[in-house]
C-alpha cells in the first residue's frame, strides 16, 4: 500500500504567518519598547545627576566651599568637559564661560571620573518647563546645577521622558506646582541635624521641634520627598512649634503630605490663641479627614478614607468671600461646607499638633508641608497633587 504525504497549502502558511504577525504585533504594544528605552534613559538620568549631586557634595566637604563656578542664583547647564580636569573657563576646546555652561571640571578625576551627559533619546521637553531648553550640541551636558543662598545643592535632568522629575536637591525647580502664588510657609521636611529647628524653604517662620531632627528623620521614600520626611509619635510627644503667625482675616490653603499610624486621631496641623486651640486638621479613627473651627464650631468630615501606613496628600482649604471650607484627599474635594467668619490673626501655629490639647498630636510621618494665604483652585491643587516625586524643592 501507498501512503500519501500531503504537504501545508499556500492558504494554511500565509494564516499562519497572519496569526504569528498578530501575536507579535499584540507582544511589542504590550511591551512598548519606545516607553521602556526611554525608562531606561531617566534611569541613566537619575544616576547621573546623584553622582554630580554626591561630587559637588564631597567637595564642598573636602575644601568648606562649593566650586567657585557655580551660580547661586539660578539653575544652569553644565558643561561638557568630559574627563579633562581643569578650571580654566575653556577646556577642550570648549569655552565654558563663552556659553553661559558651568564648569566643574574641577571635580575631574578625583570626585568623578568624568562629567556625564544626558542619554538624549528624545529632546521633547515636558509641557510645564516654560523656556525651551535642550543640548543642542557637545557643549553642554543636557544637565544643570545651582546652590542657593542657603548653600543647598540641587542637579535637575530638564531632558527626562515619560513627564519625568528628575532631580536631586532642594532649591528652585520649575516643576508642577511650585510657582502657585501665595504661598507663605513651605516645610521641606528634610531636616537631619544636630538641631531642634525646622526650616520654612520660604525664609519666613522656622518651626521648632520636640527632638532633634536627625532623631526624627525618616527616609521614607515616595511620593513627594527628594531628602526624607519627619516621623512623630504620641509617646514622645512630637510636634513643632510654627511661633505666633498672623495672616489676618483672610483666606488659607494647608497642602501636606500625610502617612498616619494606627492608634487615637491624628492631628496634622492647628492653631491656638492664647493657649486656646481654635482651628485643627486631623485624621479621625474612623480614617476620614477632618477641619473643626473652634470659634466658630463648624466641623466637616471626608467621604475620602485616608488609609493607615499609606501616603496620602490632603488639602484643607477656607474661602473668606463664600466662607466655605473644603478638604481634598489625593487631589479630589472631599468634603465641603460653611466655616462662617474664620480669623488666623496672631495664632500659634503648629504640625502635628491640635493647638494646646494634651495629647492630640500626630502618630505618623510629614513631608512637603505648604501654607497659603489665598484659596487655591481645583487646578492648582490637582498640579500639587500630580507633580509627584521629587516636586518638593521651592
Known sequence: MQTKKSGFTLLEILLVIGIIAILAGIVIIAINPSKQLAQVRNFQRKSDIKQLYN??????????AYPATLSTTALTEICNTGSVASTSTSTSGVNCATAGLTNLSTLVPTYLVSIPTDPTG???????????????NATGTGYKVGVSASKQVLTWAPLAELNTVVTVGNVLVPVPGLN??????????????????VLDNKGNYNGTAVRKTNVVHVDSGSPPNLNGALSFT??????????????????????????????????????????????????GTDHKANMYSYNTGVRISTTATVDDNAWHH??????????????????????????????????????????????????????????YNRALTTGEISQIYNGGAGTEAE
Not at 243 to 272: C, E, H, M, P, Y
Open 55 to 64: 561630587a559637588i557634595t564631597q567637595y564642598y566637604i573636602d575644601n568648606s
Open 314 to 371: 490632603i488639602v484643607y482649604w477656607y474661602n473668606s468671600s463664600s466662607q466655605t471650607m473644603k478638604i481634598y484627599v489625593d487631589g479630589a474635594e472631599s468634603a465641603t461646607g460653611n466655616g462662617g467668619t474664620m480669623t488666623f490673626d496672631g495664632w500659634n501655629w503648629y504640625l502635628g499638633r491640635s493647638g494646646s490639647l494634651s495629647g492630640a498630636v500626630l502618630t505618623g510621618t510629614l513631608d512637603d508641608v505648604r501654607v
Open 122 to 136: 528624545s529632546s521633547s521637553l515636558l509641557s510645564f518647563i516654560p523656556t525651551a531648553y535642550a543640548a543642542t
Open 180 to 197: 502657585i502664588s501665595g504661598l507663605v510657609a513651605h516645610y521641606l521636611m528634610n531636616d537631619n541635624a544636630d538641631s531642634y529647628t
Open 234 to 283: 504620641t509617646a514622645s510627644g512630637d510636634y513643632i512649634s510654627m511661633g505666633t503667625r498672623s495672616l489676618g482675616n483672610t483666606s488659607i490653603t494647608i497642602s501636606a503630605w500625610v502617612k498616619t499610624a494606627s492608634g487615637a486621631d491624628q492631628f496634622i496641623f492647628g492653631g491656638a490663641d492664647e493657649s486656646i486651640c481654635q482651628f485643627s486638621i486631623s485624621v
